[in-house]
């Protein structure tokens, strides 16, 4: 063979290895070859240059873990798990050399935590939605177990498991839970004297702690003076095992700062492996039978105590330096206590919970912008109570008397009393109903949640906006979980679980003011008068510090929250809003409770309130009929549409920006305006490490069948809410039957039924309204015949409505109860003159204004009204028969003249000449009058003609002056029609017929809303406003 160019080479030759048995990095090689060389035993062993034995095997090894952190990332992912489970073996069963325990504890903790987060680094498009690796995930769910051959535990003490002859249970005053210091410290690092890592170390060793396993003592280290335990092969009956639960809580506690960093930022990993290595270990002990208290040593619960006050700790002193780490941590150790809770005693997890949110609001007194604070502090109680059992830790079938300490509030529990048979107002009620520290006691996480829902909705929590939802969600997720669960289907069961959360219907009534009120004619809470403005500082930016004062197990502030019967009476104050979706969902927490809760028990609460808390009461279920109306698919496919077209408007606007033809400064500057959950971040928005990104909800553009499904939810929404509210109004109506204030509650009964009428819900909740209402005007006939004509006439306008429907069954029960409302009114004075007033007032204004009015249902009606009254045999001797027969045929040419209106619907101007000529001939009528004189103002109106509109006001002014100068005689009012005649020269044709129409009295004829001093103002303010709308300042001067 000759060599070509002097040994020249010609070519190379790489090969490149391709296994899954070899890792190919050095760092691992020798890692794995010396725990290898641990397991079999086989010194000496030579290792390359290196000769292993014994006396150098410890420092090999210690170096050789500490080395892992060097490795290069591929091949250590690729050997994740083998590396994970020599490291956990190492840990739980430390190897013995020479006879002396070489304990790897600490080093291979510190191992773990570098690993794990250079994994949970490297491979960042592998974690889930809680930003978990996914690998790491896959080694705890499927990898991870106990070394085999776990036996059961024997006494504490004994050789087997006794590391270095480990005591029993810690004293009871060792306090490691409070001290702060443990989680900062370092026992093997010199410090100075009055160092914290000093007094960790003089607490431990002051009350003679053994934690030698560990190297908490270097007395304990090998070659030390305490050095115990030697074996002679490792086979020996004396094999020491530890348990990887508490030795990683150990480890967490006392681990020095970078560790302890690393370790917080991959918290759910060891937490995760801590859970599991408790559920194998009371497993594999048969311990699960245990009593909770004996399943676990006091030393380690001591170690989870402080490890717990840490991490809290750290928590709320971080929270607006790195809100990612902040918010991942905070949501791994709300989900270990959620873990907890099934496995070791859960009183002791309720003082982990007291404790973080103690650490939280200690905080919370001394940051200049708590709502992060308080945003983590939802997240964190939302996770803890998605436990399975979450129902049976509130002990939702227990008194309310606590065994240890009872409340002053409940110490007449046992009394006999009741507002059945008494007056006196039952504390045992009342508490069950209010957030006390009785009930919170009783019922500890339910009591969280609505504790944080009574904090955020209070006047002082001004500026929180974003954490409305945030609270109301938690809430509603966990009603949601009550309803789907089948544990809980049974009515009974149900009901004790809704007595957890009666409390809400109080927290919402005292929020009435703050809801959006859904209704499109009316303003923001003006209804009624119950609702009063409470007594509070001026608006704010954060949350005050009263509102953190509230922590776990303290009362409430009641201080600066009146009772509504002590509530001043102020000027309104200015409420920060709720938004529309956040009152709704909170509506529908309230209904689920009241449907749910014992119809007895609500009747008991009710029986103690006072008028005006009723009367709160009412507008509660006034609101919720508003907010649960049912708009139709019709409806629902416009705001489908007009989404789609306002994603169409972004869109536009995003090019804009992009193309620079408008100014994306100033967009950017809008949009920073907006608060941020995580603190002023200014860049928030282009942070995504801080930014929250979730998507739209309301899905653009939906499916047909997607919107034929949203029509049925919406219309079995709407028919559900309308129920369980008439539910509530009966009971209402039971309660206050012997009240000496019923007038103004029945009343607000009336109103609520009323308006369930008019917001076009179901007919199958309608058939109960009906029902209902025949019910209460029968039982207090003098609400609507012996007082105003108000609620009469809004009652025959819904009967008429509902009379003209186009489904039978509604016609059939509208048609009863108008015919029961005439019957009633002719029973007290033998003739009904008011009802006859109001059907034929209401008539006339469903003619000249409803749109859906049908005109042959309605003569149905008419016909089964009279035939109610031919068939009557009880007023068969009467005349109401032939009254009956007159207003049916004063009906008849109402109808006769919607005909004619109808014909000439396309033709306005027709239109109005017959309206015109309607209204003159009720010149006898002014009640009729005036209505169709304000329904020719609504057609001009509609037209854009609103110079005719304003005539049409100004007659209908001077209608009304001119009667009330007639019955009665007030100097500052308008003297009749004549004093308008500058405005308009028609006035006149306004001026009284004769003086026999006068009979308020009797008839109730002038007596309607309008023919009052208020009435007269607002006609005449709609009439100023239309003639400034044209432009006519002399006319509205």
């Not at 420092?59 to 091949?75: F, T």
């Not at 006999?416 to 006390?436: I, K, Y």
């Not at 449907?595 to 009723?614: C, F, H, I, M, P």
């Amino acid at each position: 063979m000759k060599w070509v160019d002097s040994h020249k080479g010609v070519f190379n030759v790489e090969l490149v290895a391709v296994s899954s048995v070899h890792t190919q990095d050095p760092f691992l090689d020798r890692f794995f070859t010396l725990t290898h060389v641990l397991e079999e035993y086989s010194f000496p062993f030579r290792l390359k240059d290196v000769v292993l034995t014994e006396s150098n095997m410890e420092s090999e090894l210690k170096s050789s873990v500490g080395n892992l952190r060097v490795a290069s990332l591929e091949p250590l992912v690729a050997f994740s798990h083998q590396v994970l489970n020599k490291l956990i073996q190492l840990t739980v069963q430390p190897p013995v050399l020479g006879g002396q325990i070489v304990n790897l504890g600490r080093a291979a903790f510190e191992a773990m935590a570098v690993m794990v987060n250079q994994i949970q680094k490297g491979l960042e498009g592998g974690h889930d939605q809680q930003g978990r690796n996914r690998l790491l995930s896959s080694y705890i769910f499927y990898v991870f177990h106990l070394p085999v051959g776990e036996p059961g535990l024997p006494e504490t003490g004994s050789i087997p498991y006794a590391t270095l002859s480990r005591t029993g249970g810690r004293p009871a005053s060792l306090g490691l839970s409070r001290s702060k210091s443990i989680s900062n410290s370092n026992p093997d690092l010199a410090t100075s004297p009055d160092s914290s890592d000093e007094q960790a170390q003089k607490t431990l060793s002051s009350k003679g702690i053994d934690r030698s396993h560990s190297w908490v003592n270097s007395a304990y280290a090998p070659g030390g003076p305490k050095n115990v335990l030697r074996r002679n092969h490792p086979n020996s009956s004396t094999d020491l095992k530890q348990l990887l639960h508490e030795e990683l809580a150990l480890q967490w506690v006392v681990s020095a700062s970078a560790v302890r960093e690393a370790a917080l930022h991959q918290a759910w990993f060891f937490f995760q492996l801590m859970v599991k290595s408790m559920a194998h270990h009371l497993f594999l002990c048969d311990k699960l039978e245990a009593p909770r208290k004996a399943r676990f040593p006091r030393r380690f619960v001591d170690d989870i105590s402080a490890l717990v006050c840490a991490i809290s700790t750290e928590i709320a002193s971080r929270c607006q330096k790195d809100a990612e780490l902040v918010e991942h941590l905070n949501s791994s150790l709300a989900f270990f206590l959620n873990d907890l809770l099934s496995l070791m005693d859960r009183g002791f997890v309720f003082h982990l919970l007291r404790s973080y949110y103690k650490q939280i609001n200690t905080r919370l007194l001394a940051t200049q912008n708590p709502n992060t604070l308080v945003a983590l502090r939802m997240d964190f109680i939302r996770i803890v109570c998605s436990h399975e059992h979450y129902v049976p830790l509130n002990l939702p079938c227990s008194g309310l008397s606590p065994p240890a300490s009872p409340s002053p509030s409940v110490s007449s529990a046992t009394s006999q009393g009741s507002a059945f048979s008494s007056h006196t107002q039952d504390p045992r009620v009342a508490n069950m109903f209010e957030l006390s520290v009785a009930f919170r006691q009783q019922h500890f996480l339910a009591g969280l949640v609505l504790t944080e829902l009574a904090l955020i909705l209070e006047p002082e929590a001004e500026g929180a906006f974003f954490l409305h939802k945030k609270a109301v969600s938690t809430l509603h997720n966990l009603l949601c979980s009550h309803d789907s669960d089948p544990r809980y289907s049974d009515s009974a069961v149900r009901a004790q679980v809704a007595q957890l959360y009666l409390p809400l219907i109080s927290i919402v009534m005292e929020a009435l003011p703050r809801l959006c009120d859904c209704t499109e004619t009316h303003g923001p809470w003006g209804r009624l008068a119950s609702v009063l403005a409470e007594e509070g500082d001026g608006p704010g930016s954060t949350i005050s510090h009263s509102v953190a004062m509230a922590i776990a197990g303290s009362p409430l502030p009641h201080s600066h929250r009146p009772g509504p019967a002590q509530m001043p009476s102020v000027p309104p104050r200015q409420y920060s809003m709720l938004s529309a979706e956040v009152s709704r969902t909170l509506l529908v927490c309230l209904l689920w409770v009241v449907k749910n809760a014992e119809g007895a028990l609500l009747y008991r609460w009710l029986a103690d309130l006072s008028t005006l808390q009723v009367n709160r009461l009412l507008d509660l279920l006034y609101l919720c009929v508003s907010c649960f109306e049912y708009k139709g698919k019709k409806t629902l496919e416009r705001i489908n549409s007009l989404t789609f077209k306002k994603s169409l408007d972004m869109k536009a606007r995003l090019e804009e920006a992009i193309l620079g033809t408008v100014g994306a400064r100033q967009e950017m500057v809008r949009r920073s305006r907006e608060r941020s959950p995580f603190g002023n971040h200014e860049n928030v928005r282009w942070r995504k490490n801080i930014a929250h990104w979730r998507q739209n909800s309301d899905k653009v553009d939906k499916s047909k069948d997607e919107m034929e499904h949203e029509a049925v939810v919406e219309g079995n929404l709407a028919t559900e809410a309308n129920m369980v509210v008439l539910d509530t109004l009966e009971i209402i109506v039971q309660t206050v039957v012997l009240s000496e204030a019923k007038e103004s509650v029945l009343s607000g009964v009336l109103r609520v039924l009323l308006h369930g009428m008019a917001c076009t819900p179901s007919a199958a909740f309608l058939q109960h309204c009906f029902a209902t209402q025949r019910a209460l005007v029968g039982k207090f006939p003098e609400m609507l015949f012996e007082e105003g004509t108000e609620l009469c006439a809004d009652l025959c306008l819904r009967l008429l409505r509902h009379c003209s429907s186009r489904v039978g069954t509604i016609r059939t029960h509208a048609s009863a109860s108008l015919y029961l409302l005439m019957r009633q009114n002719f029973e007290i004075g033998n003739n009904f003159a008011r009802v006859k007033m109001q059907v034929t007032m209401s008539l006339s204004s469903l003619v000249g204004t409803s749109p859906n009015f049908n005109e042959e249902h309605l003569r149905r009606s008419l016909k089964t009204i009279l035939t109610y009254a031919e068939e009557d045999l009880e007023l068969r001797d009467t005349t109401f028969a032939e009254q009956v027969q007159d207003l049916v045929f004063n009906l008849h040419m109402i109808l006769t003249d919607t005909v004619k209106m109808k014909e000439h619907q396309e033709d306005p101007e027709m239109l109005i000449d017959l309206m015109y000529r309607i209204a003159k001939g009720y010149q006898a009528s002014p009640d009729l009058r005036l209505t169709w004189l304000k329904n020719m103002a609504a057609k001009h109106a509609e037209r854009g003609n609103h110079a005719e509109a304003a005539q049409c006001l100004v007659h209908s002014a001077a209608l009304v002056a001119e009667y009330l100068s007639m019955l009665e005689d007030c100097p500052y009012l308008p003297v009749g029609c004549v004093s308008f005649q500058n405005i308009s020269s028609n006035v006149l044709e306004e001026s009284a017929v004769s003086d026999d129409v006068l009979s308020p009295d009797e008839e109730g004829i002038c007596s309607g809303k309008y023919f009052t001093e208020q009435g007269l103002v607002g006609l005449l303010e709609q009439a100023a406003a239309s003639f400034t709308m044209v432009r006519s300042f002399v006319e509205a001067s």
